[in-house]
């Protein structure tokens, strides 16, 4: 890794009413207003937050530029300490704080949920800064953008499924959904009604009845990621994909809405040799915030910004054909329709 520091901007501060580590990334404006969720996750350290706010915002900036966004990336990171939990109030301060920093960047940057925050925590970052996106549709915002993120999976899925098999009919294909929260949850419904065979994982035993009510066979989630099937859909964390467990893998494919799957970008060299096409997450994983942008910023229909997030089946499909016709990895040709949008940043 090289020293060179690749952000615009970076903010590490302790919050005044918390005393917690607040930071915010911003990778690039180039093409606009930055963009990038508020994770609020327990780290060894804030060392550890900082390097995850670099990366995330960095991966931010690739997304919104391949969606055809006119914004750029950013991150904001919370580093709970271990064990830390936060009551109520505790939670308010520190969400009070976050919108104190991302206010001093005068609206260069926007936050809205992530892991660790949802939509009313939005709300809360709202009394102090305007820059939020997705709060409740009653509060006046577009809401929880998950389902959006999954539409757009789908529309991804349809597009490995016709590179890879000659077909975007998802009628008996296999699929292994690895993680059935917010947004696997709604991929393995849809999966389920496109008439998809179905496995499904995920660590929380509670969401065995959801995968079920889906007719997914239910397995552990090393199981789950080392099934023969078609596609493989990772919907849990990212980080899943690494050298350790790509030889284990027995799946075709592999797309779906975890950030940063690759533990590293040699990974994707890995899953080429071994034949499984990879669809790089920062295409498959853009339908929420392509859907916020367009509903909360350009005040299109929920049905309008719908048929945008549909788009991701032709910009993966061009992304795949370029890899196609340069013999390179997705991951390289997505590499390089991004610099093309934004320039090298990196
Ligand atoms: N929500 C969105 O709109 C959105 C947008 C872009 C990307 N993503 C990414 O998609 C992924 C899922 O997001 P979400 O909003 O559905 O999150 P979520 O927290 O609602 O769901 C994640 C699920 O994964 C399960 N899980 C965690 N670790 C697991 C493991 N090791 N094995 C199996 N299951 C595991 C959890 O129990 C949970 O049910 C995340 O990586 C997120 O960053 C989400």
Known sequence: MSGDLHAERVVLQRGARSGLPVI???????????????????????????????????????KCALAGLAHGGGKTVVALPPGRVLDPAGRRDLLHDVGDVIASFGGTYATGPDV???????????????WVFCRPVPAGGSGDSSEYTAVGVLAALRAVAAHRFGSADLAGRSFAVLGLGRVGGSVARMLAEAGATLLAADVDAGRRALAEGYGATWVSPHDCLTADVDILVPAALGGLLTARSVPELRCAAIAGPANN??????????????????????VV?????????????HHETSAQATARVRGIGGTLTAVLDTARATGSTPAAAARHHADRLIGPTG
């Open 285 to 297: 994983s853009a339908g929420g915030v392509i859907h916020a942008v367009a509903v909360e910023l």
């Open 24 to 62: 915010v990334a911003v990778h690039s404006t180039a093409l606009g207003q930055a963009l990038g969720g508020c994770r609020l996750a327990q780290y060894p350290d804030w060392r550890y937050g900082l390097a995850d706010a670099l990366r995330l915002a960095a991966a931010m900036s690739d």
């Open 116 to 130: 660790g925050t949802g939509p009313d925590d939005m709300v809360t970052i709202a009394e102090r800064t305007p």
């Open 261 to 282: 799957q690759l533990d590293s970008p040699a990974t994707a060299d890995l899953l080429h040799e071994r034949g499984i096409l990879w669809a790089p997450d920062i």
